[in-house]
């Protein structure tokens, strides 16, 4: 495991195997980590890095972000994976993102349409119970840092336990754990206007019921293949999938659905669309 500076926090990555470039945008929100790779829903049973490595060139790394503008703007995220394809040297790449890493992954071919060959959009997230679930979130965090402090905030980040299981925690505890320069940042920032910040993220997050990250017209303008597994859950509702297969104009939605998704097969089935949409040059 490697460690790069991006965007003034530190970032832990992977890569591994050979052959084209893949972009890992892990599942989950602030809590994105490469674990879920692992450990997530979909893919608990089988390390999702090590089997894909075995077609790919796999780039993972744990998304981090910091309270600096409203953590919504998906932009953020995107430049950031972008900048770590740039520290790695790597001019483009097939990008895969999982639940919340979908909508990074879709920024990322808005923003970045040179380094974007392909997409893999696993689980995407959507529906009307994942945008209640999501802005009550921040609701909770919001009251909780009123009450007791950014001081608090640190000490509930602390406890261990992710912003997904933990809402008093806050989006940003798992950069407050493994930055203690960030954590005095933190700590030292005015309340009210990390409150206003919080407040202005979980609108930006959660401001509809399909997948955020690129506006419709901007999924509409994709020239790049696009593999869609969809979810089937009150967080990764089906509904997410077919919006994306509506608008994208290349779309190859995956017809099998969970449970007969199982690890193996969504594998194989990222090995078959990478084959077929084989990079340049094997770059």
Known sequence: MATATIDGLKVEYVTRGSGPTLLMLAPGGFDASM???????????????A???????VV????????????GAWSLYADQARQLLDHLGIRRAFVMGGCMGCSV?????ARHPEATHALVLHWPVGGYRWKLNGADRFARHARFARKHGLAGVVKRAHAGRSFWADPEAGPWASAIVSDPAFADRFAAMDLDRYVGLV???????????????????ELMAMRVPALIVAGDDPAHATS?????????????????MPPEQTT????????????AHPVPGGA
């Open 51 to 57: 089997a894909l490595a075995r077609a790919f060139t």
């Open 199 to 217: 407040a202005a993220s979980g609108r930006a997050l959660f401001d509809r019921d399909m997948p955020p990250g690129a506006e419709p017209e």
């Open 105 to 109: 992954a879709t920024a990322f071919a």
């Open 240 to 256: 997410g999938a077919h919006y994306l297969r509506e608008l994208l104009p290349q779309p190859e939605l995956w017809p099998v």
């Open 60 to 71: 993972s790394y744990d998304r981090a972000a910091r309270p600096a503008c409203p953590a």
């Open 264 to 275: 193996e097969r969504v594998v194989a089935r990222i090995v078959e669309f990478g084959r």
């Open 35 to 49: 674990d879920k790779w692992q450990s997530g829903a979909a893919w608990k049973g089988m390390d999702a890095l």
